[in-house]
């Protein structure tokens, strides 16, 4: 049998490398955005080296915090400090991005964020830093986000070809994951080696990286940017969503997952009902870990047409990974198996989660017009923003009052249901092919449309 076997191969020679070949083009990332559009190239990896510099400074301000006043309830209040501005600046944020240059607003709003870290720097620096200052800054940075988010995402569908956005989604996803895996322990290595200033120093470099790199994007102007923005125009972003139940379905599925099933507050007290508080750490990266090995093979993901489906089931997967680890959750006295299994079921629920959040992107860039793409990227943000808070608050009752076991528990149920409900109310979203569907059709004819306008150096609708 190995004679014959080698004898195959012998004649063969091209067989076994060509089907690996194939396989890794079916897992590994479509990297034809990155490769084929020099502006994508260009956001993708300004956005990546400002989120991994970014969360030096978002892993230095709670220390400082809690090293000034030892209170955790003055650490948890930065939450509350950045949640109200991203709110209200994100719903301004969306209407800019349909009335101003795209790539002007993200610049300047990242030039404000250099100068916000080059003042956290100037007071970590002080004999004894000044707490108000961490505060407006955390404030400031969140209003800021609120603003240049919106720009940067309804940049994307006017950077690659309709037929590479999904492939898009899953690169910009990507950075995410990267970030959230490793900068995180970097910045505590960095924090613990050097101190506070070094942190805020290196964010501050990755601005000046990023700037440089964003500055040579070509101009991303909107028809109608010689008008003033208005905030009741964002009423008219909220009446197109409300027209379309697919739209809705996916913003209330991204809504259950965060509130009922990603309990990243309950991970401290999770860590104690383990007797584990070594894995504490990883409890707070499993996610990021599943995210990224689910980024890391995504190939696949272009060959999937029905995106509402896909957005359905990883809803579901991501509440059944909650209601797994409630259950792996039942043993005590340090078992490591079971605090093994319980980080095997958050990255579980992480790679869900980014395939949740791919196909949404993907529907979202795909369907909805350009000239309303940044008001739709508005609510996007803020039901991002309002999910996860809403999400620690529920639970963070429910863990005082029936124990961490049973918030999970109950969180992953109401997940599985809430989605089995929306599958049931809205077939829209159950039926969405990008293939058929006549809101994809119509902004992939825009597309087409403006491309031949803008080489022939015409602005782009």
Sequence with gaps: ?????????????????????????????????WRSSRDFRLTWTSGTVTLLGSVFTMTAIPLQIADL???PLAVGAVGAVELLPTIALGLYGGVLADRADRRTVALATELALAALTSLLLVNAMLGTPMLWPLYAAAGC?????????PSMEAMIPRLVPHDQLVAAGALLSLRWSIAGLAAPAAAGVVIATAGVPCAYLIDLATFLVSIALLARVRPVPSERDAEAPQLREFAEGLRYAGRRPDLVGTYLVDLAATVFALPTALFPFLA????????????????????LLAAATSGWTERVHRHGRLVLASGALVGAAMVAAAFCGGARGGAHGTVWAVLACLAVAGAANWVGDTFRTAIWNQSIPDELRGRAAGLEMLIGSAGPALGDI????????????????????????????????????????????????????????????????????
């Design 1 to 33: 049998m190995s004679t014959q076997t080698n004898a195959q191969d012998d004649r063969f020679p091209h067989e076994r490398p060509s089907r690996l070949r194939r396989l890794a083009s079916r897992l590994l990332p479509n990297t034809a955005p």
């Design 69 to 71: 006043t030892g209170s």
């Design 141 to 149: 940075a969140a209003a800021l986000q609120g603003i240049q988010q």
């Design 272 to 291: 104690q009902e383990l007797d584990a508080l070594w894995a504490l750490g990883l409890l707070y990266s499993a996610s990021a870990a599943g995210a």
């Design 394 to 461: 529920r639970a963070g009752g429910l863990a005082a009052g029936y124990g961490i076991r049973a918030a999970l528990r109950t969180g992953g149920l109401a997940c599985l249901a809430s989605t089995g409900v929306l599958a049931a109310a809205l077939p829209a979203l159950w039926h969405y092919d990008q293939r058929t569907d006549p809101h994809a059709a119509a902004v992939r004819a825009a597309q087409e449309d403006a491309r031949p306008r803008s080489e022939a150096g015409e602005p782009a609708a």
